[in-house]
């Protein structure tokens, strides 16, 4: 994992500065592929190291943290990239709580990166998950997968304010099948979980996450049901079980995946003592409201990756919605690649216009 894959050597200054907000895979792209143009680059992120939920969600035996080291270690030492960690970058609207912001103890405004650079990246991905609107989803014991996964990781790096979840000896329902979900199991299986139960309304064979991680999990203990959809989740102070009623697939929907259909029946009760609903996360970045996201997906911005604000140009995650790695980098880079473009031609613009 090189960033800077471009270019061997620090090549010059060329006089421009570049802020990127978010230091996960879309920021930590862009920022190779702009240090080898010559930007002399400042990267903010609100966690207390560089990487995004690559160190931070992502369990250390999917992605070795050495790599990441290594890739923002190379930034810094051989091409002056600026990491500016444990800063939240805010817009106009109010804050929303999202996972990692208890490690932000610095505020800048979107505005002020604007006024001090000639662009501006945004990269923050996606922090704020969706949640499980049924019965008792609000007792203490229920988890969304980001806030089960951030503080298991978080705690190796913050050992004083971050206390992950009490798994040893629990019984945890896991709802959900994309990448989250599996991470989820495997962090709880690997935290002696008593039992760690799988809950999916369709089958493994449509399983975001692949039928061979289904059967991968099966192999280390997670017992797997599918067909079946939670209805509530039952507990007065605490979550003391989980209710879910079983399920068949019909015809595809407009994605082309079968639909779940629950089936009339007795509704069958799970003893767990936590749930975790990992069915999935939503972009957020700052000044959302002002970006006009919509157009830049559909491709009618009227600079490639640009938003609705003049030099402000967005990418990765924090633009489509969850996604692999790999997507988020080919995004960062492309989003870089035509922000080098904007500059260039803005100062040919300039150029001709002095002559």
Request: net charge neutral; with cysteine; charged share 25%.
């Amino acid at each position: 994992m090189r960033f800077t894959f471009l270019c061997k050597t620090t090549p010059p200054d060329n006089g421009r500065k570049v802020a990127i907000i978010g230091a996960g895979p879309s920021g930590l792209a862009a920022a190779g592929y702009l240090a080898c143009m010559g930007y002399r680059l400042e990267v903010y992120d609100k966690l207390p190291k560089a990487g995004g939920l690559m160190v931070f969600g992502i369990p250390g035996h999917r992605i070795p943290q050495t790599i990441i080291e290594e890739a923002v270690h190379d930034l810094m030492v051989n091409y002056q990239v600026r990491f500016k960690l444990n800063t939240k970058i805010c817009g106009s609207e109010p804050l929303h709580q999202e996972a990692g912001d208890d490690f932000a103890f610095n505020f800048k405004s979107l505005g002020g990166r604007v006024e001090d650079n000639d662009a501006v990246l945004i990269c923050t991905g996606t922090w704020k998950s969706k949640r499980l609107n049924i019965p008792g989803s609000h007792l203490p014991g229920v988890y969304s997968g980001l806030e089960f996964l951030f503080p298991v990781r978080a705690a190796m790096y913050d050992k004083h304010n971050i206390k992950p979840p009490e798994i040893k000896g629990k019984n945890i329902a896991v709802i959900g099948a994309g990448f989250t979900a599996v991470d989820v199991m495997h962090a709880a299986q690997a935290n002696d979980a008593e039992n760690v139960y799988h809950i999916y309304r369709r089958t493994r064979s449509e399983a975001p996450c692949g039928s061979l991680e289904m059967n991968m999990l099966e192999q280390v203990g997670v017992k797997c049901i599918e067909l079946a959809t939670p209805i509530r989740i039952l507990g007065q102070d605490k979550v003391e079980g989980l209710e879910f009623a079983r399920c068949r697939l019909a015809e595809p929907d407009d994605t082309g995946r079968c639909r779940s259909v629950v089936c009339d029946g007795e509704l069958t009760r799970l003893e767990v003592d936590m749930v975790v609903t990992a069915i999935g996360e939503m972009a957020t970045p700052p000044f959302a409201h002002d970006l006009g996201l919509d157009n830049v997906r559909k491709g009618q911005a009227k600079w490639l990756h640009m938003t609705k604000i003049d030099s402000v140009f967005v990418a990765g995650d924090a633009l489509t919605g969850p996604s692999r790695i790999g997507h988020a980098v080919f995004s960062g880079l492309k989003a870089a690649q035509s922000l080098d473009q904007w500059i260039s031609l803005k100062r040919q613009n300039r150029v001709y216009s002095a002559a």
